[in-house]
Nanobody
């Protein structure tokens, strides 16, 4: 089992920045590719970013490329999502997740999930 706890969400004005953190416990964190997803009201959960076990391979959904950065610190069992130039459409609950297999962008590829943290961007 892997337990994941997100933090760092909040209310920010458009153009601002936030850094989300996801602390992991349980099984060896460095074994797992990690991802960030988000879910806006009335919408399906969508992929945002993912990083391989070392953080050396990353990829992003098109709408956040150049604005968001995923990183991880395996010594601290933590994955981060640095978000800049935030837009109103980034408003959502953000979830971190751990995959048991390779780097992926589908919800179904992730086995462990946090409870989420709310990000609200005011325009």
């Amino acid at each position: 089992q892997v337990q994941l706890v997100e933090s760092g969400g909040g209310l920010v004005q458009a153009g601002g920045s936030l850094r989300l953190s996801c602390a992991a416990s349980g099984r060896t964190f460095s074994n797992f590719p990690m991802g960030w997803f988000r879910q806006a009201p009335g919408k399906e959960r969508e992929f945002v970013a993912a990083a391989n076990w070392a953080g050396t391979i990353t990829y992003y959904t098109d709408s956040v490329k150049g604005r968001f950065t995923i990183s991880r610190d395996n010594a601290r069992n933590t994955v981060y999502l640095q978000m800049t130039s935030l837009k109103a459409e980034d408003t959502a609950v953000y979830y971190c997740a751990a995959a048991l297999r390779g780097l992926a962008n589908r919800v179904s590829d992730y086995s462990y999930w946090g409870q989420g943290t709310q990000v609200t961007v005011s325009s």
